[in-house]
């Protein structure tokens, strides 16, 4: 059956965030159409219709390699319609996302355009004042997966935040996010706050990026919440339950739909001793650890590749399990975390004598909580981790709702 959905929102309104106050008015929609027979568009592929609203305007671009236009990056598209760009803002992975993940990004010059990169990630996360003087409004568009922990969506904290206080307007040019189908994982409590964890949301919070955006003004997650312009442009055709492969890998290692199915269920293992495939060509669709042998039968051995030039456990031959075999239609319906993976693990490290949980506390970091550390040293069930925060899960699910923009 064909469903059409057409919501035409073009005054600046309020998203009623959860404090009793009003916010200013200042968010604005543009039309959005839902017709789920057809192909879905992203948000930067109608920009074409705001062209004449940025003549004379200053543009600094948020982009990476996600950042195309009907096979064009951003940058041309917009360079070619004599749109003012300025800078380039880039984030991890770099500009054109080849770089590993926690790699140094350097400011620097773009080959291609000529222009300008200030990096937004390492000891510089938040624009200055400086790197957004002459600019009037600020490009956001990178293609996000849905993950807490996923830092993208901490960058755009900082940018949001350092527009709003500089009196700059920022547009989301949304993209659907692979993993918005569902919703689960504990909530990030305040202790834990960080560049992997920057708001109390939980580790598959089901939104898309323009979505998301709402949420961090409506809720007042950063200073000057309320002066922010915010403009989102939104995808079209797409609602939260459609299967969206991405045409590019978000980052180098999610390579695929698996891996990013497979990301909540395998990224909190980043805090352990356990390898989730970087340095192979499974990245984040197996698993293992070195002497466990007794434990799993599949094996591998991480080797340094684009992407990850120094992998855990590189060249140590690792134990555990293969989930390239899952149908995408299973991972797909799952629609929660596999807690089991973590479970089986710790088990297969706790007989072969190994430390399973890395020192730093990052996998505490990556979770949000401390319960589930413990639920897992405990011998808990998978069930009994879930039933741990479905409380307060609800009660984000009641926030959320307020900030959606897709059915």
Known sequence: MKSL?????FSWFSCKPVSSSPI????????LKVDTTKKIIVGAETI???LPDLKGKKIACVTNQTSIVNGTHLLDYLLQNKISVKKIFA?????????????????????????PIISLYG?????????L??????????????????????????VMEAAAQDGKEVWVLDRPNPNAHYVDGPIRIKELESFVGMHPVPTVYGMTIGEYAKMIKGERWIKGADNLALKIIPCQNYSHDMKYELPVKPSPNLPNFRSILLYPSLCLFEGTIVSVGRGTNKQFQIYGLPNAEKSFKYSFTPMPNEGAKTPPNNGV?????????????????EKRITWQYYIDAYKAAQASGQEYFLKGNFFDKLAG????????????????IRASYLKELRQFQMIRVRYLIYP
């Open 48 to 50: 074409s219709q705001f």
């Open 24 to 31: 200013k008015n200042n968010i604005v929609l543009q039309e």
């Open 133 to 158: 003087k002459g600019i009037d409004i600020i490009f956001f568009d990178i293609q996000d997966v849905g993950l807490r922990f996923y830092t993208f969506i901490s960058s755009l904290h900082y």
């Open 317 to 333: 031959l690792c134990y555990g399990e293969d989930l390239t075999n899952i149908p995408i239609n299973d991972l797909f319906a």
């Open 369 to 384: 909580n401390f319960k589930i550390r413990e639920m897992i040293i405990e011998g808990k069930s998978e069930n009994e």
């Open 5 to 9: 959905i057409i919501l035409s929102i």
């Open 123 to 131: 000891d510089h996360k938040k624009p200055t004042t400086a790197d």
């Open 91 to 115: 984030l991890e992975h770099g500009i054109r996302g080849k770089e590993d993940a926690g790699d140094k990004i350097s400011d620097g010059v773009d080959d291609k355009t000529g222009l």
